[in-house]
């Protein structure tokens, strides 16, 4: 006799098969009309060939840009810990792809997409990459690979989990199902309290349910020497602007040096290939301006251009807060902790997808704001400039945040150490 989740598991593989045998030629056919690629989809039927692995494998899986990025200092933990073990790193977006491919060049061993939930797709995967443990990141819950991972006896986690409040809201109407799909797991590992209840109601057992708090925080200071002549100015940073975002600033900065003409400001533009670009707006200010390479300081000029590859996330320290940038266009927002790391809060616009559940943490006391339009973001710095009390508790706010947060990353690896060993 079939019980309710054995019933609900069949329809769903049947119903998952059949949609997919529709509609993946139908979709084929509409990006080929429109001159676009497949990319990955080769991969995610189990058409690819990996390196030899062996026995000893460890998967982790991140299904686009956040998780890949969360999952990094993890990743690299992972491989310097079990020097033994392959890493395997799949996505199941391009742009995961290709960040997953930035970060792990030389850490993880073979890097790929996860395969579609359907049966043979699957079994194709797994056959070919035998994970010795899979790891997934957040809230990627796919019941056939679970169910296949269950039958091989290869643990599977979902670690840095969490549930939106209108994804939670889906998943009670199916906890039935939830319940028994979730017997498939070796462990639930989420990012706080609230998350972790959220899956104990729509069926994780309890006693399999743990809070790690978040892997994007075990993020570490790198404290350096910057002598810009920047001690007895205030100073803001913009930190990974794109195009139409250093306009922004700059006349958001210009109306604040009239009223504090104690500031100075860095701008950093995303891409080096935009710096004339942005030399050229600079001038249109009529303040004075300088640049990084050519060692210029704030003795001599109201702003600096940060013209140099790999020092932003170091030189984030020597701001008194700052601006991230990505977040007035569709970017999706940079990562904001290499600024609240060294207690430095931080405004971003209203496009932080990338880093949503970062943003949720940081929003909930004032050590991170989202501001919706340049007007916003002007109030918001000149709050932060005349409003001395505010500054002090938003710089302990973050000091504070990551105090609650940081740990995650041992704890996985400590789980790890019990399953290998």
Avoid at 178 to 200: C, H, M, P, V, W
Avoid at 305 to 315: C, P, Q, V
Avoid at 376 to 393: A, P, S, T, V
Wanted: one cysteine or more; hydrophobic letters at 40%.
């Amino acid at each position: 006799m079939y019980n309710s989740f054995e019933i609900m598991f069949f329809i769903y593989k049947i119903l998952s098969t059949t949609l997919f045998l529709i509609s993946l030629p139908l979709y084929a056919v509409s990006r080929l009309c429109r001159g676009k690629e497949l990319s990955g989809w080769k991969e995610k039927l189990g058409k690819f060939t990996p390196p030899d692995l062996g026995e000893k494998v460890i998967m982790f899986h991140g299904v686009s840009v956040g998780e890949v990025i969360a999952l990094e200092n993890l990743i690299k933990k992972t491989k310097d810990t079990f020097p033994d073990y392959k890493i395997v790193v799949t996505t199941g977006t391009n742009t995961g792809q290709e960040i997953a491919k930035k970060k792990f060049k030389n850490t993880a061993d073979f890097i790929t997409y996860f395969p579609f939930d359907i049966t043979i797709c699957v079994k194709t995967f797994l056959d070919k990459i035998k994970p010795s443990v899979v790891l997934i990141a957040e809230t990627e819950l796919w019941p056939t690979f679970a169910d296949d991972c269950k039958k091989r006896n290869i643990p599977l986690f979902v670690i840095n989990g969490r549930i939106s409040d209108s994804t939670y809201k889906l998943y009670r109407f199916m906890k039935p199902f939830f319940a028994g799909l979730f017997k498939n797991y070796t462990g639930i590992f989420t990012q706080s309290e609230l998350d972790r209840e959220k899956f104990i109601k729509i069926g994780a057992p309890a006693d399999k349910s743990e809070v790690m708090k978040n892997l994007k925080f075990d993020v570490k200071r790198i404290d350096a020497d910057f002598d810009l002549k920047q001690q007895n100015f205030r100073v803001i940073i913009a930190g990974s602007t794109h195009k139409g975002e250093d306009e922004i600033v700059l006349d958001t900065f210009k109306k604040l040096k009239s009223e504090f003409p104690d500031i100075k400001l860095l701008l950093a533009p995303r891409h080096l290939t935009r710096v004339n670009n942005v030399k050229g707006l600079a001038e249109k200010t009529e303040l004075t301006f300088g640049l990084r390479s050519c060692d210029d300081k704030f003795d001599k000029n109201d702003i600096i251009i940060l013209d140099t590859l790999g020092e932003l996330s170091r030189i984030y320290q020597i701001c008194d807060f700052a601006f991230i940038g990505g977040s007035f266009n569709k970017t999706g927002g940079h990562n904001p902790l290499e600024a609240v790391v060294y207690n430095k809060p931080v405004i971003s616009g209203p496009s932080i997808h990338n880093f949503r559940d970062i943003y949720w943490i940081l929003s909930r006391s004032n050590a991170g704001k989202i501001v919706k339009n340049p007007q916003e973001l002007y109030l918001q710095m000149k709050k932060l400039l005349y409003d001395k009390d505010f500054y002090n508790e938003s710089c302990n706010d973050c000091k504070n945040v990551f105090a609650s947060q940081q740990g995650a990353l041992e704890f996985v690896i400590d789980k790890l150490k019990k399953i290998i060993d």
